[in-house]
């Protein structure tokens, strides 16, 4: 079966423009129209976004019928973390806490998904992650993600996928860790691990931050960043997208 995968650091929904603009995010995620979108900054009760649960009303305009938030910073009113949108039941959901030391609290959120197609099932383990923007941080977060049991316990057969703002400027991540766990990225220019796609201010990209990682049974048939002329604005990163190939 395909699936299409989109990951999208959203800003809160605060635009270059500082416009509170839900609605930007919901025309940009609605032209792409993937299957299961794993969003980062995602307002939850905080003033700046009228105290919605931007998780909640994100999936109800756009018509997925399942969704999961996994919050990890607290504000003097409201918190803020990840979010993922499913077409396809969640079975699983939890928060892994990635904060090192008294540094800004960071977290994985992991989903397990629960796929049919033709009476077929499949189950795909999602970790929707956002990481320090200190390298030596960054290496920690790593280290403590891939020992953590809802990873560790995986067969490296099943499928799996991390993604999401990696904060990884000079692309260490991927050779260092991602590599040797078996891990390819499907957000470069071509197959591997270098020249990743640029998401990075979204007005002019320089860094590729945002990042998607398969292992498994997953075959990449397309990826691209949003050309959308919106989406340069809508938030200062732009979503990046990748269809896969999904096997028993």
Known sequence: ?????????????????????PDRIVEILRHHDADLVLLQEVDCG?????????????????????????LNVYLKTGR???????RYPISRQRNIDLTIGRAKPRGAQHTRIELAE?????RLDVFNVHLSLTARLRRQQMTRLLAAEDLRRLSPCDPCLVAGDMNDWRGKLGPHFFAPAGFSCATTRRLGLRRPIRTYPSFAPTGGLDRIFFRGPLRLLHVLRSRLTVARLASDHLPVLAEFELGG
């Open 1 to 21: 079966m395909r699936l299409r995968v989109l990951t999208y650091n959203i800003h809160r929904a605060i635009g270059l423009d500082r416009k509170f603009a």
């Open 46 to 70: 905080a003033p700046r976004s009228r105290l919605l649960n931007l998780a909640a009303w994100l999936a109800r305009h756009l018509g997925y019928d399942h969704h999961a938030l996994g």
């Open 80 to 86: 803020y973390g990840n979010a993922t949108l499913s």
């Open 118 to 122: 033709h009476g077929a099932r499949l």
